[in-house]
């Protein structure tokens, strides 16, 4: 069974960046990182693809002030946000998608992200 386990939340002051990292036990097509606040729909953050190296964001303010990068043989995905504001605090979701056209089809527990002001 796939399993995900995210690492890297914490508490940041605004400004500050936070690393969150997402170890799979196997890398599938592609992996990706969500977040959910508490009363707030669950909201696509960043993806990447294994075979191509694409990545996607799910804003134009995330692609800003977040990257995301992988090492496929470790079947780990990075998560580097920087710039923190308040309203980047969330519970964070790494999300695995095994395979091209399917679903995200694994997840992990989550990892909590809380910025200060």
């Known amino acids: 069974q796939v399993q995900l386990a995210e690492s890297g939340g914490g508490l940041a002051q605004a400004g500050g960046s936070l690393r969150l990292s997402c170890a799979a036990s196997?890398?599938?097509?592609?992996m990706g990182w969500f977040r959910r606040v508490p009363g707030k729909e669950r909201e696509f953050v960043a993806s990447l693809t294994w075979g191509d190296g694409s990545t996607t964001f799910g804003t134009r303010a995330m692609k800003a002030r977040f990257s995301i990068s992988g090492d496929k043989a470790e079947n780990t995905v990075y998560l580097q946000m920087n710039s923190l504001l308040p309203e980047d605090t969330a519970i964070y979701y790494c999300?695995?998608?095994?395979?091209?056209?399917?679903?995200?089809?694994?997840w992990g527990q989550g990892t909590q992200v809380t910025v200060s002001s």
């Open positions: 196997f890398s599938g097509y592609r």
């Open positions: 999300a695995l998608q095994s395979r091209e056209g399917g679903a995200y089809d694994k």
